[in-house]
């Protein structure tokens, strides 16, 4: 397998990729789920920034508001009441409270025909780690944003520095001018992380844009609401364990007992990882035949990225871990088995 296919297994993402490609011209190996395709020069690259550590982007959902109260309420949360500008569209400065009210009003009279209430706008959070330039993250987000929706949907967006993470909220007016709603899903978010990254990098900044499979880790798993909650309770606003957290204590302390086995997304996660790592095997390999000192460079971070990542790390399973070591118990849990999977049928005979 060479360098373009072997990284494309290993970072493909978990959903099915559709491309259209020119029958009549050379079949290309993709190396990115939204854009373009791989070459030599894009496959080392981009295997560079995930073996090397390069900053992982984040792109959220952080909510969806029905009605003009809603957004108005949110438009003022994210401009901190007047201390932090609300850049809109056109590149104007939300300056009052009647410019917020005018453009909550704007966002949801269209929808007042409606029977029930309707999604007025859809709320997103771009992150990156604590020493980004902040103007480089807003520069991003602004050039995404008019890339992808100003010919169709109108927005605003917020710039926050008051905290360690530099983060931009951009808020998508829900309905666009052709009638289509933005409802953002696994594949649109995907594009969004994409085209972050690749804003970042032609503003100079080191960012990546890869499925936490593909870096070795386990699934996230953790709501909004749920983030907060601990964030309040590590605050010392209450000192009762969350009930997700104490169900998920009760099954780790089961399985470091041998009372239970871990949840059988452990083992399909587990197994995946293993395929990723036998596909960065593949290119390693590639790059240690060509015989170049940089390829043989790359090819050895390689290796040492895999040394450092021999399983999949979930939650649950470090959780185990930590409480078989609390309990003296050397024994590894049991492994729940991923279940066999019939093949799909493609409506072919």
């Known amino acids: 397998m060479g360098l373009e296919s072997a990284l494309w297994e290993a970072t493909r993402p978990a959903f099915r990729v559709r491309y259209i490609h ?20 894009t496959a080392r690259a981009k295997l ?5 550590r390069a900053p ?8 969806r508001q029905k009605g003009g109260k809603h957004v108005k ?12 500008e609300i850049e809109t569209r056109d590149g104007e400065i939300l300056m009052s409270k009647d410019d917020i009210v005018e453009r ?14 309707t999604v007025s706008s859809v709320s997103l959070v771009f992150s990156m780690p604590a020493g980004t330039d902040p103007d480089k993250v807003l520069g991003a ?21 008051d905290t360690p993470r530099p983060h931009v909220h951009l808020t998508v007016q829900a309905e666009g001018l052709d009638r289509t709603r933005f409802n953002p899903r696994p594949v649109q978010l ?19 844009a890869t499925p936490r499979r593909a870096r070795g880790r386990g699934i996230a798993g953790s709501s909004m609401a749920l983030v907060k909650l601990r964030a309040r309770l590590r605050a010392g606003s209450s000192g009762q364990m969350t009930d997700a957290d104490r169900r998920t204590n009760e099954q780790a302390i089961e399985v470091a007992r041998g009372q239970a086995a871990l ?42 990225f895999l040394g450092k990542h021999q399983g999949m790390n979930a939650t649950p399973e470090v959780f185990a871990a930590r409480h078989a070591q609390n309990l003296g118990i050397n024994l590894r849990p049991p492994r729940k088995t991923a279940p066999e999977r019939p093949p799909r049928d493609r409506g072919r005979s």
Request: no cysteine; aromatic share 8%.
């Open 263 to 304: 949840p059988a997304f452990i083992a399909s996660g587990t197994d995946r990882w293993q395929k990723v790592r036998k596909a960065y095997g593949e290119a390693a390999s590639a790059l240690d035949a060509t015989g170049e000192i940089e390829d043989r460079e790359l090819a050895n971070d390689v290796r040492q």
């Open 141 to 161: 987000v602004r050039a995404l944003a008019h890339a992808e929706f100003s010919d169709n949907h109108d927005y605003v967006l917020a710039l926050h520095t």
């Open 190 to 208: 995907n594009r969004l992380r994409e085209r972050f990254a690749r804003e970042l990098r032609t503003r100079g900044v080191a960012a990546e």
């Open 104 to 117: 909550a009003a704007e966002w949801s009279d269209t929808l007042k025909w409606r029977s029930r209430p």
């Open 22 to 41: 020119d029958p009549k011209g050379q079949p290309l190996i993709p190396l990115y789920a939204s854009y373009g395709s791989a070459s030599g020069k």
């Open 73 to 84: 309420a949110h438009l003022e949360y994210i401009g901190r009441k007047g201390d932090v």
């Open 48 to 52: 560079a920034r995930i073996v090397r």
């Open 56 to 63: 992982e982007v984040l792109v959220k959902v952080t909510g």
